[in-house]
């Protein structure tokens, strides 16, 4: 979700000006020629350096006093195909000609433009924010170019517009639950005894019940001797703790080229779907009344504990929308402590133990473990035989984690898959404890 608009400050940069590669060129030509023609004494040769070293002489003398460049970005709105619009502003202090943009947008690769100093006063983007999370939407910075291309500055530091993206979520009509119910109130039936769920017996009336819940008919059926009540005995309700734990250490596309390219690519990666599988399923047990929890296996000090209540449902929320890759894998010296009788969510691309590892510790903790599967599916189209062979053994090493968590008790969920609502009812359906 954007945040209030505001117009950042203008980035400033390029205080020194340099010689033209072309001019230090044609002053080195010169040079040369006029050497050889004294040398070998022709005449012609002088005729090639004269212009040369004119042209040098006068692309010299043309140096602009001032050399500051400042360019600034705002973020203008969304259109309806859900494109980003960014208006820019670039400028060029002293006598140019032209302004060089080098221009870093989201949705593509690097571009570079040149265009006149009135042209760049007034430069208007429209980027596909195809990603979800903090994204930098665009970013340009600007250097001058001085008459004739003779003098170019320094590139100034670069504007930056960045936004925080929120997935959008999915609609989860089945939801998982823990084995036994802890909680003392919720929307869950429960099988203790209590106030506010569905029929559960009738029994002899015991100090403590209360007066309301005599059951006339049974007491005048069942009762064996004067002064015996029956009573309407009913299920308590209960909240399940839910725990989200994000594989934030890794961020890898569908297309298997593009996981060490240095620009993202189109299409969804795996912190796209394990944003929207974090937002879905918090949205869907708040929505029940359970207590939700979050977990960043990047950073534990992004940690929430599970609570109930719309403004910690927010926070949840606003914690999944900034997680963000931080592309080195740090090993968690402890499991997370976990609340008692927690459903414990990890999303993750399962490429290392350390997520493999931290499940397996929960589940021996007797926690009910759910593993989420949120790598994208894979495309190998533009990958060589030599790196085709590597994802082998890279898959190989991936189904083996994954039958390691199935055969300690967890259980498999496959984000992108299209039979993930049906998994999702066969894992909402009771369970025995084991």
Do not use: N
Request: glycine share 8%.
């Amino acid at each position: 979700m954007p945040g209030p608009r505001r117009r950042p400050e203008p980035a400033e940069g390029g205080s020194r000006w340099s010689l033209s590669p072309a001019v230090t060129a044609a002053a080195i030509v010169a040079a040369v020629c006029l050497v050889a023609a004294f040398v070998m004494s022709r005449l012609e040769l002088v005729l090639v350096a004269a212009p040369l070293l004119l042209t040098a002489v006068i692309g010299w003398s043309s140096r602009p006093d001032a050399a500051a460049t400042r360019a600034s970005v705002v973020i203008g709105g969304d259109d309806p195909d859900g494109r980003v619009r960014v208006d820019a502003v670039a400028e060029a202090d002293g006598r140019v000609d032209g302004v060089h943009l080098r221009i870093r947008r989201s949705d593509r690769e690097p571009e570079d433009a040149l265009v006149t100093p009135a042209s760049a006063r007034r430069l208007h983007f429209r980027v596909a924010a195809s990603h979800s999370g903090p994204q930098r939407i665009l970013s340009i910075a600007a250097r001058g170019i001085g008459p004739d291309a003779a003098w170019v500055g320094d590139p100034g530091s670069p504007a930056v517009a960045e936004r925080v993206v929120r997935p959008k979520p999915q609609m989860v009509r089945s939801l998982p639950l823990p084995v036994r119910l802890l909680g003392l109130t919720g929307g869950h039936v429960s099988t203790r005894p209590g106030d506010g769920g569905e029929f559960r017996d009738i029994d002899r009336f015991r100090p403590g019940d209360r007066l309301r819940r005599i059951d006339w008919k049974a007491t005048a059926r069942l009762a064996q001797r004067p002064g015996e009540l029956y009573v309407r005995r009913t299920t308590a309700t209960s909240d399940a703790a839910i725990q989200l734990v994000v594989d934030a250490r890794d961020d890898v596309p569908g297309a298997v080229a593009g996981w060490a390219a240095p620009y993202p690519r189109p299409g969804a990666t795996s912190l796209d779907l394990a944003r929207e599988a974090a937002v879905s399923l918090a949205d869907a047990y708040a929505g029940v009344s359970d207590r939700v929890g979050f977990d960043d296996l990047s950073d534990a000090r992004r940690a929430l504990p599970p609570r109930a209540g719309v403004r910690h449902l927010s926070r949840v929320l606003r914690a999944v929308e900034l997680t963000t890759a931080h592309g080195a894998a740090t090993e968690r010296a402890r499991a997370p402590r976990l609340a008692q009788g927690a459903v414990v969510l990890v999303m993750s691309t399962f490429l290392d133990d350390q997520a493999t590892r931290l499940a397996l510790t929960w589940r021996a903790a007797g926690h009910r473990v759910i593993v989420v599967d949120v790598l994208p599916p894979r495309s190998v189209d533009e990958l060589p035989a030599r790196e085709r062979l590597a994802l082998r053994v890279v898959d190989l090493e991936r189904r083996l984690r994954l039958d390691r968590l199935r055969a300690s008790g967890a259980e498999l969920l496959v984000w992108s898959s299209p039979d993930r609502d049906a998994v999702l009812r066969r894992l909402a359906t009771p369970r025995r404890r084991r």
